[in-house]
């Protein structure tokens, strides 16, 4: 019988329209079936958190889908998840210190589908690959905060030269959205609905007839979105 495990995936890009429609999804659930398939393994569950930054700590409390994910994993005796590599596990090494941690207390794998190394190994178990791991972090870090270095330099020189910056409008600034950023703080509002999850609060809203901007339908990372702003 072959070994069951799940599937984590994650994409960054703050566009959730963008973040769907590209290649990102389907190029790291390639990688993942790769590396099972070789390993004789079956991928019972498919995670996926969608416009996650993986840069700091606080993505953390924006991971359902993986929190859905240990949850399960610490329930139900299936302790093995892969991703495509471990920049979706974490690009930040304080946020991947905090999920190995966990992964470590719950006796739960995290692989590694480009190296095959076991992502949440401590340096006890084996040092060389611990080592790696961290290397590859502190890479993976290093090259996304050049990144951010380049586009925040960008983004000077255009305000300096007087060109618009990209970017959407805060919701609340175009007409008809006050309406909507209203019914939004009342259904977030506990006394009244309940403690209603950023998931039910973008159903209710598709379900009165609320749209985006482009008139598609709510998401939980929407509403999130939203709600930061």
């Not at 996304?144 to 970017?167: C, D, E, P």
């Not at 909507?180 to 006394?191: A, F, H, K, S, Y």
């Not at 209603?196 to 939980?220: C, H, P, V, W």
Request: hydrophobic share 30%; proline share 1%.
């Amino acid at each position: 019988m072959k070994m069951l495990v799940f599937a984590y995936l994650r994409t960054s890009n703050k566009n959730a329209k963008l973040a769907l429609d590209g290649d990102s999804k389907d190029r790291q659930l390639k990688t993942i079936r790769r590396f099972c398939r070789g390993k004789g393994w079956k991928i019972e569950q498919i995670f996926y958190d969608c416009s996650v930054s993986g840069d700091n700590g606080s993505d953390l409390s924006e991971r359902e889908e993986w929190s859905e994910m240990m949850s399960l994993m610490k329930s139900n005796g299936l302790k093995t998840y892969v991703v495509a590599d471990q920049t979706r596990f974490s690009r930040s090494i304080l946020t991947a210190e905090i999920m190995k941690q966990d992964c470590r207390e719950s006796g739960i794998a995290a692989y590694d589908a480009s190296t095959g190394n076991n992502l949440a190994v401590s340096k006890t178990e084996n040092p060389e690959i611990a080592l790696i791991n961290n290397l590859l972090q502190a890479i993976s870090e290093y090259d996304k905060l050049k990144t951010v270095q380049r586009l925040q330099s960008g983004r000077r020189r255009a305000k300096k030269q007087g060109r618009r910056i990209g970017g959407n409008y805060r919701y609340g600034n175009k007409a008809g959205e006050t309406a909507l950023l209203e019914r939004i703080r009342e259904l977030r509002n506990p006394i009244v609905h309940g403690r209603m999850s950023l998931q039910n609060i973008a159903d209710t809203l598709n379900e009165e007839g609320y749209t985006t901007r482009k008139g598609t339908s709510f998401t939980r990372q929407q509403i999130h979105r939203i709600n930061k702003a």
